[in-house]
């Protein structure tokens, strides 16, 4: 009997993994498809300032799939890094941004003080041809480098800190901003954060999310923010959801947003509808 019940177990067991493994498949496929004739869209998500003035947009991948509907990026962006298609999605990410900068700055709607943020997968930075892609791109569109910052994590500096210091310089040296997505949840050090060319931490919205009721969560949010300051860093919340986050995030002195309080990521023209008003109201900020 107990043998028997092994063996059921067993076989439930391998069908499950047939299961989970046949979606795998079948996602890869899809994705495929998906690169291949350019079935993504990019959402903008609103950056602002503690006086409530925008300074920049975060674009986030979007793709629908026929059967499935939306698919989170959470979910397709790892398998995309594991069969290397991420290379190719990122370079649709870079130059669909960066067209978007180009249209809303010859119309009127973006502020060449504003940074569009593009999050960029460490197996695309580590490309050999990342940096000539970047120039390539900036060229083509004729976007300010200014107008740009570039996401990276701090998992990425694990790799060849050597080659990635040397690729962050090359890329500052373009006049492209550098952040930290994600801060904290990885592996950089504090000696690592001297020596790169970084304009600005994402604190993780993990850390921002119980900021108001974890002593700890609020402990290491006042300690970035002091450490990112003798270093000269700006510091953004990632996932500022409510009120009360945005007043307490102001009173330990982090003056850089983003999250659902102040909007949730739009498709382009419904961004500018809310968070973009006329181009004689643009107004600059820090
Ligand atoms: P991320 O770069 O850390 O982006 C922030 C994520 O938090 C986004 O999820 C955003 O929609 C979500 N978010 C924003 N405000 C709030 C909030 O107040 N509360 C909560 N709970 N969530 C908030 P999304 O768009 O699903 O993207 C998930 C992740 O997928 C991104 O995390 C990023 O790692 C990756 N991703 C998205 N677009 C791209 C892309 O174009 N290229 C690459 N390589 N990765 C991307
Ligand atoms: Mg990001
Ligand atoms: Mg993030
Ligand atoms: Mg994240």
Redo the contacts with the bound molecule.
Sequence with gaps: RAKESGRNTFALYKSEMQAVSDARLEMEKALHHATEFKLFEL?Y?PQTNDKDELIGA????RWKDEKKGFI???EF?PVAEEIGL?VE??HW?LNEALSQVATWLKEGKWHLSWRMS????PI?FQQAGFLPMLKAQLEKHDVPASCVDL?ITENMLLNDLASCLEKMNAIKALGVHLSI??FGTGYSSLKYLKSLPIDRL?ID?SFVRDLLTDKSDEAIVHAVIAMAKALNINVLA????TLPHYDRLREIHCFYY????FG??LPPDEFIAAFVHDSATLKPSL
């Design positions: 959402y998500q975060e674009a986030l991948i989170s990026p959470a962006i991420i999605i990122g990410v593009i999050n960029v997968s695309q996401e997505d994600d994402k919205q990632e996932g500022v959801e983003q999250g659902y309080y949730h990521p």
